[in-house]
């Protein structure tokens, strides 16, 4: 009998049907979470979070170099203590959006951060454009 024929006159108990279908189940979870993408409703409000944090942070780097006495503000900053420099962000109000009470958690320390690796020199200052002439973001 050659295989072919064989193939079409297989006929697959219950049992095994049920068991070829939980094995593609399992399979196919498996591969969705590990190379699918898919992720966990808690994972998924991690990253929102996280996203969130960041354009938050980018806005207050952004404020904190807007201000007329960038330089001097950023030179505080840096002599302030790693440990004490997201407090130093608080304090200024550069971590709280508009329209909002709370600043979103974590915020400060991430600004504290990015601002710790910019650099702006001690005459930077508005022009009446708006413009920053030395403030060098890397």
Same mark, same amino acid.
């Given at each position: 009998?050659? @295989?072919?024929? *064989?193939?079409? #006159?297989? *006929?697959?108990?219950?049992?095994? @049907? =049920?068991?070829? &279908?939980?094995?593609?189940?399992?399979? $196919?979870?498996?591969?969705?979470?590990? &190379?699918?993408? &898919?992720?966990?409703? /808690?994972?998924?409000? #991690?990253?929102?979070?996280?996203? *969130? !944090?960041? @354009?938050?942070?980018? =806005?207050?780097?952004? !404020?904190?170099?807007?201000? +007329? %006495?960038?330089?001097?503000?950023?030179?505080? @900053?840096? #002599?302030?203590?790693? &440990?004490? *420099?997201? %407090?130093?962000?608080?304090?200024?109000?550069?971590?709280?959006? +508009?329209?909002?009470?709370?600043?979103?958690?974590?915020?400060?320390?991430?600004?504290?951060?990015?601002?710790? %690796?910019?650099?702006?020199?001690?005459?930077?200052?508005?022009? $009446?454009? /708006? #413009?920053?002439? %030395?403030?060098?973001?890397?």
């Amino acid at each position: 009998m050659a @295989l072919g024929q *064989r193939f079409q #006159e297989y *006929r697959a108990s219950k049992t095994t @049907l =049920f068991w070829s &279908w939980v094995a593609v189940a399992v399979l $196919t979870v498996v591969v969705g979470f590990n &190379w699918g993408g &898919w992720v966990t409703g /808690g994972t998924a409000k #991690e990253m929102a979070q996280d996203a *969130r !944090r960041d @354009l938050a942070a980018t =806005f207050c780097v952004q !404020r904190f170099l807007a201000a +007329p %006495d960038a330089g001097a503000q950023h030179a505080s @900053l840096m #002599e302030t203590g790693s &440990w004490q *420099r997201d %407090d130093f962000v608080e304090k200024g109000g550069w971590a709280k959006l +508009p329209k909002m009470d709370q600043p979103v958690s974590g915020v400060a320390d991430l600004c504290a951060e990015k601002l710790a %690796d910019v650099e702006v020199s001690t005459s930077a200052a508005q022009s $009446t454009t /708006g #413009e920053s002439s %030395d403030t060098t973001v890397q």
